[in-house]
């Protein structure tokens, strides 16, 4: 089974940047698809970037440009750069690894907080 942990969440103002950590505990072997997802108050939870296991990635419309998915194969995590965040990024951002055809049929981490003021 594999856990994911995030890490790297916190309180930035507008503009400023922030880069989350995702690792994981147990083999990824099994993984086809390493996501990153958020979900803020009110509203349903959607996709940010996402990253396959040969290393295509995938960027919702309100990042592209702005945000950056990407594998660190020897630490095991994959990670998500964000810059020029506003204040419509503000958001749980959650971490799946997804072993079948949607993430549904994945591994959740617990989410990390993102804040972004003014």
């Known amino acids: 089974q594999v856990q994911p942990e995030e890490s790297g969440g916190g309180l930035v103002q507008a503009g400023g940047s922030l880069r989350l950590s995702c690792a994981f505990s147990?083999?990824?072997?099994?993984?086809?698809?390493f996501g990153w997802y958020r979900q803020a108050p009110g509203k349903q939870r959607e996709m940010v970037a996402a990253?396959?296991?040969?290393?295509?990635?995938n960027y919702a419309d309100p990042v592209k440009g702005r945000f950056t998915i990407s594998r660190d194969y020897a630490k095991n995590t994959v990670d998500l750069q964000m810059n020029s965040l506003k204040s419509e990024d503000t958001a749980v951002y959650y971490c799946?690894?997804?072993?079948?055809?949607?993430?549904?049929?994945?591994?959740w981490g617990q989410g990390t907080q993102v804040t972004v003021s003014g």
């Open positions: 990253i396959s296991s040969s290393g295509s990635t």
């Open positions: 799946n690894a997804q072993w079948g055809a949607s993430s549904e049929e994945g591994y």
């Open positions: 147990g083999s990824t072997w099994s993984i086809r698809l």
